[in-house]
Every structure is written in C-alpha cells, then in structure tokens.
C-alpha cells in the first residue's frame, strides 16, 4: 500500500498527523485492552506482548539483555505468578535463545501469545460492556 504525502499549513504532513493520531488511538486501544484483560486475571499475555515490543525497540546490546532475562523471570519461568502459557517447542526455542539473548529471542513466544489474544481474548473484549463503552465514547477520544 503506498501512501501519499500531501504537505499542509505549518509544514506538518498529513502522514504524520494521521501517523501521530494513529498511534495515539493504537496505545488507548491497548489500555482498554489490558484492562479488560486484567479484569479476567490474565493481564500477562499483553504485558507480556508490549515488554516484547519494548525490547524489539532497544538498540543497546547490554540493556537488550538485560530486558530479555527480566521478561524471562517475568513471563516465561514456571516459578513466576505472571507466567504465559506456552507449548514445549516455544519453550525450548527461548531458552536456547537465551543464550546468547537478542531483541528477537521471544518472537515466536510473542506471536504465539499474540495468536491467542487475537482468537480467545479478543473477541471476548469486543463482546464486553467495556468495549461498548469505548465505542459510545470513541469520537470524544478522537479530538483528544
């Protein structure tokens, strides 16, 4: 899909505008999101799936490592409270991955998650009355 770029008043294209507003209602749409997840007890699949994101963004190879371990003692350790569920296979790729840890050691558990959210969670969250609530208020979040 190419986009065009139409320069307006003030030099801002509208790319960038739609780009900014975009990104604005993607982040309000994940805050409804988790916290319709946390109402159901299971929070961890989307702050699992944002560290995921937040680590993918990390250029410096120390602090990649560093979020990497914190994500596996946060999501992925049996022994954790916030742990995600996932097959052996995904398991097994991740702690391989950890050795030697980069920002794409979680990408098959992420999508994983992500699958999940996206057949049982999501439709759940569509079906809820808090989304419903977020609907009827949609146009007043708009102009924020």
Avoid at 11 to 35: C, D, M, P, T, V
Avoid at 70 to 89: A, C, G, Q, T
Avoid at 92 to 98: A, P, R, S, V
Wanted: proline content about 2%; overall charge neutral.
């Amino acid at each position: 899909m190419q986009q065009k770029t139409v320069t307006h008043q003030g030099g801002l294209s509208r790319k960038l505008e739609y780009g900014i507003r975009h990104s604005r209602e993607i982040n309000r749409g994940q805050k409804y999101f988790a916290e319709f997840l946390k109402s159901e007890y299971s929070d961890e699949n989307i702050l699992f799936w944002q560290a995921c994101e937040e680590l993918k963004r990390e250029r410096n190879a120390e602090k990649i490592e560093e979020k990497a371990r914190i994500i596996y003692e946060d999501f992925i350790s049996i022994l954790s409270p916030k742990e995600v569920s996932l097959d052996s296979r995904v398991r097994e790729i991740i702690n391989n991955n950890m050795v030697h840890p980069s920002a794409h050691t979680f990408d098959e558990a992420q999508n994983q998650i992500y699958t999940l959210m996206q057949r049982d969670s999501y439709p759940r969250f569509v079906a809820s009355s808090l989304y419903k609530k977020v609907l009827g208020s949609y146009g007043q979040m708009e102009e924020l």
